[in-house]
């Protein structure tokens, strides 16, 4: 059964930091690439960052450019991102996603795969 359970999420000051965690179970991230989004209430869910699998190059929305990153770790099969001086317009819930697609999926129809999604809350 193919499953993306999302962690790290949480409430942090303006400025803060947290580290969010994607684990795969039933596939292996190592032949997909995989996507960070966002939806916050009242709004379209939105691209984040992604790590592709063959024929793309990490990708990262511009609102969060220069303050996350997302890695992969291929020996635990999971899925980070790392995210520095947060904004209170970083709240949301994130997802992590998975997709077949060779290149740079940015799109939420581009993935096969999606978690339940984790909360993240900056207050100012």
């Known amino acids: 059964q193919v499953r993306l359970v999302e962690s790290g999420g949480g409430l942090v000051q303006s400025g803060g930091s947290l580290r969010l965690s994607c684990a795969a179970s039933?596939?292996?991230?190592?032949?997909?690439?995989v996507g960070w989004f966002r939806q916050a209430p009242g709004k379209e869910r939105e691209f984040v960052a992604n790590?592709?699998?063959?024929?793309?190059?990490?990708s990262y929305a511009d609102s969060v450019k220069g303050r996350f990153t997302i890695s992969k770790d291929f020996a635990e099969n999971t899925v980070s991102l790392q995210m520095n001086s947060l904004k209170p317009e970083d709240t949301a819930i994130y997802y992590c996603?998975?997709?077949?697609?060779?290149?740079?999926?940015?799109?939420?129809?581009?993935?096969?795969?999606w978690g339940q999604g984790t909360q993240v809350t900056v207050s100012s």
């Open positions: 996603a998975a997709s077949r697609r060779a290149g740079t999926p940015t799109r939420p129809h581009e993935f096969d795969y």
């Open positions: 039933g596939f292996t991230f190592s032949t997909y690439a």
């Open positions: 790590f592709p699998w063959v024929g793309g190059s990490i």
